[in-house]
């Protein structure tokens, strides 16, 4: 059974920095590419950035790059965002899953942290 469990939301000022892991089981973690996606009230999930297998290999969504980065550790079966120069627009509900494009298990998606960024 695959489990997705986020962590390490919150509420942050403009600016601020927040990292959100999550813990990945069910599936062999080390050989897929993970993602984060995130979903804002009223907007469709979109994908925010993703890593290879490997963690060779980094892309993410133009509205973050350079602010955002994917990390994973195939040991712990983690994977985590770590988020800088945060915005308002930035505020959603975080989540993870397997994939490098789409969503690898589009049927079990975690329960999300939120995120909220906010003055």
């Known amino acids: 059974q695959v489990q997705l469990v986020e962590s390490g939301g919150g509420l942050v000022q403009p600016g601020g920095s927040l990292t959100l892991s999550c813990a990945a089981s069910g599936f062999t973690f080390g050989g897929n590419s993970m993602s984060w996606y995130r979903q804002a009230p009223g907007k469709e999930r979109e994908l925010v950035a993703a890593?290879?297998?490997?963690?060779?290999?980094?892309r993410y969504a133009d509205s973050v790059k350079g602010r955002f980065t994917i990390s994973r550790d195939n040991a712990k079966n983690t994977v985590s965002l770590q988020m800088n120069s945060l915005k308002p627009e930035d505020t959603a509900v975080y989540y993870c899953?397997?994939?490098?494009?789409?969503?690898?298990?589009?049927?079990?998606w975690g329960q999300g942290t939120q995120v909220t960024v906010s003055s």
């Open positions: 890593i290879s297998s490997t963690g060779s290999y980094t």
């Open positions: 899953n397997a994939g490098w494009a789409t969503a690898r298990f589009p049927d079990y």
